[in-house]
């Protein structure tokens, strides 16, 4: 999923200030699962923002919404009318949600409210990890399904560097060694002889390197 | 010969080789690397010249090797993965030879985050490269050289003489895997390694073991890594805090014990060079006296390492 996290609400304040009627406008989808954008957290920022402008001389209309799927352009239309009724919007989907309303309204100024993060998953009660970088050609098979790309900090692709130390990556301790899980993996998959192998360099064009993606689905068509 | 650098003619010869490492200022000061040029002189064979160690910023390896090549030392270039993308990387690296650069140390780098440490802020904002990783590096070089074909495919007219280094760290983590990794530089193409700092004779005696079985002290030559000690807590630190840098507890005690502990660390050190030079497979040294390059010359003529062979002029 994406995970996002909320941008603190001093800054959000800060940003909205200029407006008398902003709606806050959620996503049920990924950051409603990662506590940041869902239902319940439109609803707490809302009331949030009511209480930081209730001191203001010119009253201010807090609106909620939350559409299912911010990024998908028909989802945001059952809500199009409340929204375009508005002087702002304050999305707390994550950056493609957050585009995608603005592409929508082109005359309503749109905020962003979180901080897109990463693709990754709820590995912990209370911790998302980042799993995925979205490089454009996946070489999971290599890497024994741990990504090296996303998990390395380093990105290396014939690791580990000399900076692992204990399992643990050399910017923190807190980030394990990606290729210290690989070659784990490798090794208990029976595949250890793969680690001699030498990757060779990747081509980013497949990545954000090569310039913003599209991808064409003819059979996609209606 | 591939590059025909001193250090290449002396390893070819068997000449038992010594670097050293130049760490450049973090400023445009020519005089800083003239100084620690006069210290380092005739200590060693070849010098190392750090590329923005630790992430911080310093004068580039580039110039402080041509720098290092007008004060008669001949450089062991390092360049790091993190800041260069491969057009970069080649392009840096004709440069660099057109200017007389004939070794080049490949390495991954510290992570951008290493530079805000004590009093430094460091750019721990930076954004890395990692574009391709120092064993593609290697091969990206040797490609150039022995090819003569960019990475991408096109040629490179006339010759890229350049001596490949590797770094290999025998006692990292995952420690089992270690003497793979260094097969894969080699196999890519290292013509050269020097090894992190070595204190723990006995576990690094038995990671040479485990490379020679793989036949790889003959593919390339290993020099074994020496950091100077310089007191007890650094030696507790490196232990604690560098990686892949184990340190003997009978070492840190006896560091502890002693009433000088420079001259202590200089005794270390050369003992540690003449046992290090009885495992079979070991080439050279080489000795990093981090920001200590006035001891340089006691250490290498206590080892027995003076005076540095001639190589007569072509």
Not at chain 1, 60 to 81: D, F, G
């Amino acid at each position: 999923m994406i995970v996002a996290q909320r941008k603190p609400l001093s800054e959000i304040i800060t940003k909205m200030e200029a407006y008398k009627k902003i709606i806050v406008a959620g996503c049920e989808t990924c950051v409603a699962e990662c506590h940041a954008g869902g239902r319940k957290e439109v609803e707490l920022l809302a009331s949030q923002l009511r209480i930081a402008f209730s001191q203001k001389m010119a009253p201010v209309e807090i609106a909620e919404c939350c559409i299912e799927r911010q990024c998908e352009p028909e989802m945001i239309e059952p809500c199009s009318e409340q929204i375009m009724a508005q002087e702002a919007v304050l999305s707390i989907a994550c950056g493609i949600g957050v585009q995608q309303m603005a592409e929508r309204f082109p005359n309503l100024p749109v905020f962003p409210g979180l901080n897109t993060t990463f693709l990754g998953t709820h590995a912990k009660p209370t911790q998302w990890e980042e799993r995925c970088a979205g490089c454009g050609n996946c070489v999971l098979d290599l890497t024994a399904g741990i990504c090296p790309i996303a998990r390395c900090s380093k990105s290396l692709l014939n690791g580990p560097c000399g900076g692992a130390q204990d399992g643990k990556c050399e910017v923190s301790d807190d980030i394990p060694c990606a290729w210290a899980e690989i070659v784990e993996r490798m090794t208990k998959c029976g595949k250890r002889d793969q680690l001699r192998q030498i990757i060779p360099c990747k081509e980013w064009n497949t990545a954000r390197d090569g310039g913003p993606r599209r991808l064409i689905h003819e059979e996609a068509a209606p | 010969m591939k590059s025909g650098s001193r250090l290449e003619q002396l390893l070819a010869r068997g000449e038992f080789v010594v670097t050293a490492e130049l760490g450049p200022p973090m400023s445009a000061d020519v005089e800083v690397i003239a100084k620690k040029a006069e210290l380092l002189r005739h200590t060693a064979d070849a010098f190392n010249v750090t590329d923005n160690q630790t992430a911080v910023v310093r004068m580039s390896s580039i110039a402080a090797s041509v720098l290092c090549l007008k004060s008669g030392l001949e450089p062991i270039m390092q360049m790091v993965c993190r800041d260069r993308n491969r057009i970069a990387m080649q392009s840096d690296i004709l440069g660099a030879v057109a200017l007389g650069i004939r070794n080049c140390l490949c390495i991954s780098g510290d992570h951008q985050s290493f530079g805000r440490a004590g009093k430094l802020l460091g750019h721990p904002g930076a954004k890395n490269v990692y574009d391709i990783d120092s064993i593609n590096q290697i091969r990206m070089f040797r490609q150039l050289r022995d090819e003569g074909k960019f990475q991408g495919g096109d040629p490179v007219k006339g010759q890229v003489p350049l001596f490949i280094g590797a770094a290999w760290t025998p006692l990292g983590d995952p420690v089992d895997f270690r003497v793979i990794r260094l097969g894969k530089k080699i196999a890519a193409g290292a013509d050269f390694v020097q090894t992190q700092g070595v204190y723990d004779i006995e576990r690094f005696a038995d990671a040479m073991k485990k490379a020679r079985a793989e036949g790889l002290h003959e593919k390339t030559a290993i020099l074994a890594g020496i950091i100077v000690p310089k007191s007890a807590g650094m030696l507790k630190y490196m232990n604690n805090s560098v990686a892949g840098v184990s340190v003997p507890e009978a070492l840190i005690r006896r560091m502890s014990e002693a009433a000088d502990q420079k001259a202590e660390g200089v005794a270390i050190a050369v003992e540690l060079i003449r046992d290090i030079r009885k495992i079979e497979g070991i080439r050279g040294v080489h000795i990093q006296p981090v920001e200590w390059e006035s001891i340089m010359r006691t250490i290498s003529d206590k080892a027995g390492l003076l005076p540095r062979p001639e190589i007569p002029d072509a």
